[in-house]
């Protein structure tokens, strides 16, 4: 069965960085694009960046542009989001999910970002 | 960008009953519109995509209508585990929005 299990999340301080991680099974990863989106604490959805199976195609939502960076590996079937000059805003739990027929199908169970001093 | 506005913030209703959430887009979605439901702690789970059509599992109790700007999706009658939130999403143009989401409580 499809499985992502996301990891990297923690504390980090205003200005720090963070790498979460995404590791795939179940399918066969090389063939999907995937996504990263995020939730603020009680709050709604936010798309934040996307790559394409051969991750020659990436995109990134205008809050995050120039500080995020995705990628993937598809020999380690794992996807990866780096999170630099992290702000009090970037709170956030943190969803890797695949992406099929445009909609986002399956989802890993989400790490938590917090930055505070 | 496209706005997606879901209507309404809560819906109180009894167990067995019917429950009726909508989505409204800020402009024609097509039918490229999905639903998914998030339970306290856990992660979304897609519902219905393409307006109308179950996602694998999901069951028949859960349907979805609508085109163009105007969404629905009706709970025919609801069973403990359906109390959620739930959000619509358009994809029409990708990567796709999220409405800010319908608390669906036991009245």
């Known amino acids: 069965q499809v499985q992502l299990v996301e990891s990297g999340g923690g504390l980090v301080k205003p200005g720090g960085s963070l790498r979460l991680s995404c590791a795939a099974s179940g399918f066969t990863f090389s063939g999907y694009y995937m996504t990263w989106i995020r939730q603020a604490p009680g709050k709604g959805l936010e798309w934040v960046s996307f790559?394409?199976?051969?991750?020659?195609?990436?995109s990134y939502a205008d809050s995050v542009k120039g500080r995020f960076s995705i990628s993937r590996d598809n020999a380690k079937h794992s996807l990866y989001l780096q999170m630099n000059s992290l702000r009090a805003e970037d709170t956030a739990f943190y969803y890797c999910?695949?992406?099929?027929?445009?909609?986002?199908?399956?989802w890993g169970q989400g790490t938590l970002v917090t930055v505070s001093s | 960008e496209i706005v997606m506005t879901q209507s309404p913030a809560t819906l109180s209703v009894s167990p067995g009953e019917r429950a009726t959430l909508s989505c409204r887009a800020s402009?024609?979605?097509?039918?490229?519109l999905a639903w998914y439901q998030q339970k306290p702690g856990q992660a979304p789970r897609l519902l219905i995509y393409?307006?109308?059509t179950r996602a694998t599992g999901i069951p028949a109790r859960f349907s979805g209508s609508g085109s163009g700007t105007d969404f629905t999706l009706t709970i025919s009658s609801l069973q403990s585990e359906d109390f959620a939130v739930y959000y619509c999403q358009q994809y029409n143009n990708w990567p796709g929005t999220f409405g800010q989401g319908t608390k669906l409580e036991i009245k």
């Open positions: 402009q024609s979605v097509n039918n490229n």
């Open positions: 393409d307006t109308s």
């Open positions: 999910a695949r992406v099929s027929r445009l909609v986002e199908d399956y």
């Open positions: 790559i394409s199976s051969d991750g020659k195609t990436i």
